[in-house]
Protein backbone atom coordinates (compact mmCIF):
# COMPACT_ATOMS: atom_id res chain seq x y z
CA UNK A 1 0.00 0.00 0.00
CA UNK A 2 1.53 3.45 -0.78
CA UNK A 3 1.82 5.79 2.36
CA UNK A 4 3.82 8.58 4.09
CA UNK A 5 4.65 8.14 7.30
CA UNK A 6 5.01 10.54 10.29
CA UNK A 7 6.25 10.01 13.81
CA UNK A 8 4.90 10.74 16.27
CA UNK A 9 1.74 11.63 15.95
CA UNK A 10 1.69 13.87 18.94
CA UNK A 11 4.38 15.33 20.51
CA UNK A 12 3.96 18.18 23.54
CA UNK A 13 7.59 19.61 24.53
CA UNK A 14 9.32 22.60 25.95
CA UNK A 15 11.00 25.66 24.32
CA UNK A 16 14.26 24.76 23.23
CA UNK A 17 14.39 21.51 23.42
CA UNK A 18 15.43 20.02 20.34
CA UNK A 19 13.42 17.05 18.46
CA UNK A 20 12.62 15.26 15.18
CA UNK A 21 9.73 14.72 13.31
CA UNK A 22 10.26 11.28 10.98
CA UNK A 23 9.07 11.08 7.13
CA UNK A 24 8.88 8.02 5.10
CA UNK A 25 7.44 7.18 1.63
CA UNK A 26 7.08 3.74 0.08
CA UNK A 27 6.81 5.03 -3.18
CA UNK A 28 10.20 6.41 -4.48
CA UNK A 29 9.03 9.35 -5.03
CA UNK A 30 12.18 12.00 -5.40
CA UNK A 31 9.74 15.07 -4.60
CA UNK A 32 9.19 15.65 -0.77
CA UNK A 33 7.92 18.61 1.78
CA UNK A 34 7.25 19.44 4.79
CA UNK A 35 3.76 21.70 5.14
CA UNK A 36 2.41 23.35 8.47
CA UNK A 37 -1.08 24.28 9.36
CA UNK A 38 -2.58 27.16 11.63
CA UNK A 39 -6.34 28.31 11.57
CA UNK A 40 -6.94 30.57 9.52
CA UNK A 41 -4.25 30.29 7.38
CA UNK A 42 -4.29 26.61 5.52
CA UNK A 43 -1.33 24.96 4.89
CA UNK A 44 2.28 26.46 3.98
CA UNK A 45 5.36 24.73 2.77
CA UNK A 46 8.08 25.01 5.37
CA UNK A 47 10.95 22.93 2.71
CA UNK A 48 10.84 20.97 0.17
CA UNK A 49 13.68 18.01 -1.62
CA UNK A 50 14.08 17.31 -4.89
CA UNK A 51 16.14 14.09 -4.61
CA UNK A 52 19.01 12.85 -2.24
CA UNK A 53 20.86 15.69 -0.82
CA UNK A 54 18.81 18.44 -2.82
CA UNK A 55 16.68 20.36 -0.22
CA UNK A 56 15.67 24.03 -0.32
CA UNK A 57 13.23 26.69 1.52
CA UNK A 58 9.69 26.70 1.14
CA UNK A 59 7.60 29.67 2.25
CA UNK A 60 8.24 29.20 5.93
CA UNK A 61 11.22 27.60 6.88
CA UNK A 62 12.82 29.91 9.47
CA UNK A 63 13.45 27.50 12.68
CA UNK A 64 13.70 24.48 10.87
CA UNK A 65 16.46 22.16 8.73
CA UNK A 66 16.06 19.45 6.87
CA UNK A 67 17.80 16.66 5.69
CA UNK A 68 17.47 13.98 2.55
CA UNK A 69 19.93 11.13 2.92
CA UNK A 70 17.75 8.38 1.64
CA UNK A 71 15.18 8.62 -1.15
CA UNK A 72 12.43 7.46 1.08
CA UNK A 73 13.38 9.36 4.58
CA UNK A 74 13.03 13.16 4.91
CA UNK A 75 13.48 14.14 8.88
CA UNK A 76 12.08 17.42 9.80
CA UNK A 77 14.38 18.89 12.68
CA UNK A 78 13.32 21.69 14.95
CA UNK A 79 17.16 22.80 17.04
CA UNK A 80 14.86 24.93 19.16
CA UNK A 81 11.77 24.81 19.48
CA UNK A 82 9.78 28.30 20.10
CA UNK A 83 5.85 28.57 21.34
CA UNK A 84 5.09 30.31 17.68
CA UNK A 85 6.09 26.43 16.34
CA UNK A 86 3.29 24.87 17.82
CA UNK A 87 1.11 23.43 14.92
CA UNK A 88 -0.28 20.31 12.64
CA UNK A 89 2.79 19.34 10.38
CA UNK A 90 2.85 17.21 7.43
CA UNK A 91 4.93 15.13 5.29
CA UNK A 92 4.25 14.95 1.89
CA UNK A 93 5.53 12.95 -1.24
CA UNK A 94 4.45 13.36 -5.32
CA UNK A 95 5.25 12.79 -8.66
CA UNK A 96 4.11 14.56 -11.51
CA UNK A 97 0.23 13.66 -11.31
CA UNK A 98 -0.42 12.96 -7.21
CA UNK A 99 0.86 13.96 -4.12
CA UNK A 100 0.51 12.13 -0.96
CA UNK A 101 0.46 13.16 2.49
CA UNK A 102 1.28 11.54 5.73
CA UNK A 103 -1.15 11.55 8.95
CA UNK A 104 -0.27 14.91 10.86
CA UNK A 105 1.92 15.51 13.72
CA UNK A 106 0.20 18.01 16.13
CA UNK A 107 3.47 19.51 17.73
CA UNK A 108 2.76 21.71 20.79
CA UNK A 109 5.74 23.83 22.35
CA UNK A 110 5.23 25.17 25.97
CA UNK B 1 4.30 34.39 -6.60
CA UNK B 2 0.96 31.85 -7.15
CA UNK B 3 -1.80 32.62 -4.81
CA UNK B 4 -5.02 30.61 -4.28
CA UNK B 5 -8.22 32.49 -2.10
CA UNK B 6 -10.78 30.71 -1.04
CA UNK B 7 -13.13 33.79 -0.13
CA UNK B 8 -15.86 31.89 1.87
CA UNK B 9 -14.45 30.36 6.09
CA UNK B 10 -17.51 28.53 6.26
CA UNK B 11 -20.42 27.22 4.20
CA UNK B 12 -24.00 24.98 5.08
CA UNK B 13 -25.42 23.06 3.63
CA UNK B 14 -28.68 20.41 3.88
CA UNK B 15 -28.62 17.43 3.90
CA UNK B 16 -29.30 15.86 0.28
CA UNK B 17 -28.90 19.49 -1.11
CA UNK B 18 -26.11 21.10 -3.33
CA UNK B 19 -23.96 23.54 -2.47
CA UNK B 20 -20.65 25.17 -4.36
CA UNK B 21 -17.80 26.14 -2.94
CA UNK B 22 -15.31 28.94 -4.67
CA UNK B 23 -11.59 29.21 -5.37
CA UNK B 24 -9.72 31.72 -7.12
CA UNK B 25 -6.51 31.64 -8.20
CA UNK B 26 -3.42 33.59 -9.97
CA UNK B 27 -0.45 32.70 -11.37
CA UNK B 28 1.78 33.36 -15.25
CA UNK B 29 2.18 29.59 -15.57
CA UNK B 30 0.30 27.83 -19.02
CA UNK B 31 0.22 24.50 -17.03
CA UNK B 32 -0.74 23.41 -14.09
CA UNK B 33 -2.74 21.81 -12.26
CA UNK B 34 -5.88 22.84 -9.34
CA UNK B 35 -6.76 20.40 -6.73
CA UNK B 36 -9.26 20.20 -4.26
CA UNK B 37 -8.43 18.40 -0.41
CA UNK B 38 -11.00 17.11 2.27
CA UNK B 39 -9.78 17.48 6.02
CA UNK B 40 -12.34 15.92 8.11
CA UNK B 41 -11.84 16.15 11.77
CA UNK B 42 -9.42 13.04 11.96
CA UNK B 43 -6.79 15.98 10.09
CA UNK B 44 -5.95 13.31 7.28
CA UNK B 45 -5.55 15.24 3.70
CA UNK B 46 -7.89 13.21 1.12
CA UNK B 47 -7.53 14.23 -2.86
CA UNK B 48 -11.43 15.02 -3.72
CA UNK B 49 -10.94 15.86 -7.28
CA UNK B 50 -8.01 17.18 -9.68
CA UNK B 51 -8.25 19.26 -12.70
CA UNK B 52 -5.64 19.40 -15.35
CA UNK B 53 -5.24 23.30 -16.68
CA UNK B 54 -5.20 21.80 -20.57
CA UNK B 55 -8.38 19.68 -20.24
CA UNK B 56 -11.23 21.99 -21.12
CA UNK B 57 -13.12 19.24 -19.51
CA UNK B 58 -14.72 20.15 -16.56
CA UNK B 59 -13.23 17.04 -13.95
CA UNK B 60 -16.17 14.57 -11.68
CA UNK B 61 -15.85 12.08 -9.19
CA UNK B 62 -19.17 10.89 -8.47
CA UNK B 63 -21.01 13.21 -6.42
CA UNK B 64 -17.98 16.18 -6.96
CA UNK B 65 -17.65 18.08 -9.54
CA UNK B 66 -15.97 21.38 -10.56
CA UNK B 67 -16.41 24.22 -13.07
CA UNK B 68 -13.15 25.35 -14.20
CA UNK B 69 -12.76 28.96 -15.97
CA UNK B 70 -9.38 29.50 -16.85
CA UNK B 71 -9.30 32.50 -18.11
CA UNK B 72 -11.08 33.67 -14.70
CA UNK B 73 -8.48 31.85 -12.87
CA UNK B 74 -11.64 29.91 -10.94
CA UNK B 75 -12.06 26.55 -9.88
CA UNK B 76 -14.64 25.78 -7.86
CA UNK B 77 -16.06 22.34 -6.03
CA UNK B 78 -19.83 21.38 -6.28
CA UNK B 79 -20.75 18.48 -4.06
CA UNK B 80 -24.48 17.18 -5.11
CA UNK B 81 -26.74 15.33 -2.91
CA UNK B 82 -24.54 15.97 0.26
CA UNK B 83 -24.48 13.85 3.01
CA UNK B 84 -23.00 14.33 6.59
CA UNK B 85 -19.95 12.52 6.32
CA UNK B 86 -19.12 15.77 3.77
CA UNK B 87 -18.46 17.86 6.98
CA UNK B 88 -15.34 19.20 6.31
CA UNK B 89 -12.35 22.09 6.20
CA UNK B 90 -12.02 22.00 1.84
CA UNK B 91 -8.71 23.36 0.55
CA UNK B 92 -8.72 24.71 -3.01
CA UNK B 93 -4.29 23.98 -3.93
CA UNK B 94 -2.60 24.87 -6.90
CA UNK B 95 0.25 23.16 -8.71
CA UNK B 96 2.56 24.27 -11.25
CA UNK B 97 6.04 25.51 -12.45
CA UNK B 98 9.16 22.65 -11.74
CA UNK B 99 9.18 22.48 -8.04
CA UNK B 100 5.80 20.27 -7.90
CA UNK B 101 5.01 22.75 -4.79
CA UNK B 102 1.11 22.71 -4.10
CA UNK B 103 0.06 26.53 -2.46
CA UNK B 104 -2.90 26.16 -0.44
CA UNK B 105 -6.08 28.59 0.01
CA UNK B 106 -7.08 29.11 3.64
CA UNK B 107 -10.09 26.30 3.21
CA UNK B 108 -14.08 26.36 3.92
CA UNK B 109 -15.45 24.73 6.42
CA UNK B 110 -18.41 22.89 5.53
CA UNK B 111 -21.13 22.24 7.62
CA UNK B 112 -24.26 19.37 6.47
CA UNK B 113 -27.08 19.77 8.66
CA UNK B 114 -29.53 17.11 8.67
Known amino acids: EAQVTQNPRYLITVTGKKLTVTCSQN?????MSWYRQDPGLGLRQIYY???????DKGDVPEGYKVSRKEKRNFPLILESPSPNQTSLYFC?????????FGPGTRLTVT | AQTVTQSQPEMSVQEAETVTLSCTYDTSESDYYLFWYKQPPSRQMILVIRQEAYKQQNATENRFSVNFQKAAKSFSLKISDSQLGDAAMYFC???????????FGKGTLLTVNP
Open chain 1, 92 to 100: ASRNWYEQY
Open chain 2, 93 to 103: AYSGGSNYKLT
Open chain 1, 27 to 31: MNHEY
Open chain 1, 49 to 55: SMNVEVT
